[in-house]
């Protein structure tokens, strides 16, 4: 882009996915300002004392002040009150994004606050992220290449679709549009239910007497399939109370394939063991991240 899109950026939300947002929005030449706030005003501050953002605001409602792009960077329980704060000042052609992980309980925060504005939110959700959080470890490239899932509204119409996709198109993101309800039951299973299972299992490990003479014959395999348990405690207690509903039925699921397994080896059944093992290879070994689904 030869000249910034939009005069001003109001950052809710001062840490890792919105600092990023911001650094990037600067390098494409998206925006002319970044204004930053955050509940904690030490994280707005550092992120001024970083170059991410330009000022800091004391509230929500003074930072989206001459605001024409606002991106919620805040856990998705507080999406209702964050938007309710910042109405009063929000310019009526202001385009609102969010970087939540579920998004059937934030369209409906964002309806309960916007009421006949709600065709301003534009529900998003970029797939990517990183074990540490914190403003410190914002990066101009967090977002590029990685997915980003839009969940439109019947309010929306063509054009503004169109303006959000060309927002995260600059970043260097892959746009995918989906259903709200079809989001959360996705990544309920490819995301927010790994992320518990990997919570579940560090907790058995080191409910052990001998967990630390395990830990210290641990390997790449426990490296990798434990990686996501060092997340974010605040984020993913909200993410997975957000998306119970979804996450406890993908839960089941694993209990089921559990159950058939231990059974397998009970019979000592080496054939159907086997199989069992090479049918979750296969398909792990297929799988291409981002790719389409088929048929699409």
Not at 8 to 14: N, P
Not at 22 to 27: E, G, N, P, S, T
Request: aromatic fraction near 6%.
């Amino acid at each position: 882009m030869s000249s910034p899109v939009y005069e001003h950026l109001a950052l809710i939300g001062c840490g890792l996915m919105g600092g990023s947002f911001a650094l990037a929005a600067k390098q494409a030449g998206l925006v002319k300002s970044v204004g930053g706030y955050s509940r904690s005003i030490g994280s707005a501050r550092r992120a001024l004392e970083l170059g991410i953002v330009d000022s800091v605001a004391e509230t929500a409602e003074q930072c989206v002040q001459g605001a024409d792009l606002v991106l919620l960077a805040v856990p998705v329980g507080a999406t209702q009150a964050t938007l309710q704060s910042l109405l009063p000042s929000l310019a009526s052609h202001a385009l609102v994004m969010d970087v939540g992980s579920t998004k059937q309980d934030v369209t409906q925060a964002a309806r309960a606050a916007l009421g006949e504005r709600i065709a301003q939110f534009m529900p998003a959700h970029p797939i990517c992220g990183k074990e540490v959080a914190g403003i410190e470890h914002a990066s101009t490239s967090l977002y590029k290449g990685q997915q980003v899932i839009l969940t439109p509204l019947e309010e929306h119409g063509a054009g503004f679709i169109d303006q959000a996709t060309e927002v995260w198109a600059a970043l260097g993101c892959r746009v995918r549009r989906m259903d709200p309800c079809l989001h959360d039951q996705s990544l309920a299973a490819v995301s927010h239910f790994p992320h518990m299972l990997a919570f579940a299992f560090m907790q058995s490990l080191m409910a052990q007497t001998e967990a630390e003479q395990f830990l210290a014959v641990a390997g790449p395999g426990f490296r990798d399939s434990t990686r996501i348990a060092a997340g974010d405690p605040e984020l993913w207690t909200d993410v997975l109370l957000a998306n119970a509903t979804a996450v406890i039925s993908q839960s089941q699921r694993l209990h089921s394939a559990l159950f058939e397994l231990e059974s397998l080896l009970h019979s000592q059944n080496r054939q159907a063991v086997r199989d069992f093992i090479v049918l979750a290879s296969k398909r792990r070994a297929n799988w291409q991240m981002g790719a389409s689904p088929a048929g699409d």
